[in-house]
């Protein structure tokens, strides 16, 4: 079984670095003429046996701009990491504050945002959400899911600890990986 893991294109928090997980924007101009660049490459799947979605606005608009309107249906668990009171927020905006800190220092996971999640909790969630994927797939040949950076990050960095650390995993807009799933999992980059 194949799965193809593509995080979403562009949108105004990604050109401005800002923490975007579950503000439902929209993809920017940028976003989408980047896609539709990349789609011109071929460097995507040509299809699939199911389609999967996050379920928020840039995901879904992802999903259309690149393979149009076909059926698909929506994992929530694959949602971004609930950044709370950063969302929407630069580094710069809050690196004088004293939760900021705490937050991007921790190395338990267990720190959480303000009205947000920690790393942990995050990791649970989208480790059920992969688990939910791999039941919906059983029996199909690949599955298409077009999710966030964050989320990609996480399952690769689980089912590959040994390559690289979960920012390195993180692929840019609009690009992702395949995962070849068998009794030992490989993946190339898309």
């Known amino acids: 079984m194949k799965i193809h893991l593509i995080r979403h294109g562009k949108t105004l928090a990604n050109e401005q670095k800002l ?6 924007l929209p993809l920017s101009d940028n976003g989408m003429r980047e896609l539709l660049d990349f789609k011109k490459q071929s460097i995507y799947p040509s299809q699939s046996s199911l389609y999967l979605t996050s379920g928020l606005l840039r995901t879904e608009q992802t999903l259309e701009l690149l393979y149009g309107r076909v059926s698909k249906e929506a994992l929530p668990q694959l949602a971004e990491f609930k950044f709370g009171s950063f969302e929407m927020k630069s580094h710069d905006e809050l690196n004088e504050q004293p939760a900021y800190q705490a937050w991007i220092t921790d190395e338990t996971g267990l720190v ?4 947000g999640e920690n790393k942990r909790d995050f990791l649970r969630r989208v480790l059920a959400g992969l688990e939910i994927l791999c039941a919906k797939a059983n029996g199909v040949e690949s599955v298409l899911v077009i999710c966030h950076g964050g989320v990609i990050a996480s399952i690769m960095a689980k089912l590959f600890p040994d390559k690289h650390n979960f920012y390195e995993w993180q692929p840019k807009p609009g690009r992702g990986y395949t995962l070849y799933l ?6 190339k980059k898309i």
């Open 19 to 24: 923490y975007c997980g579950q503000t439902d």
């Open 112 to 115: 959480t945002c303000p009205y």
């Open 182 to 187: 068998s009794n030992k999992p490989q993946y």
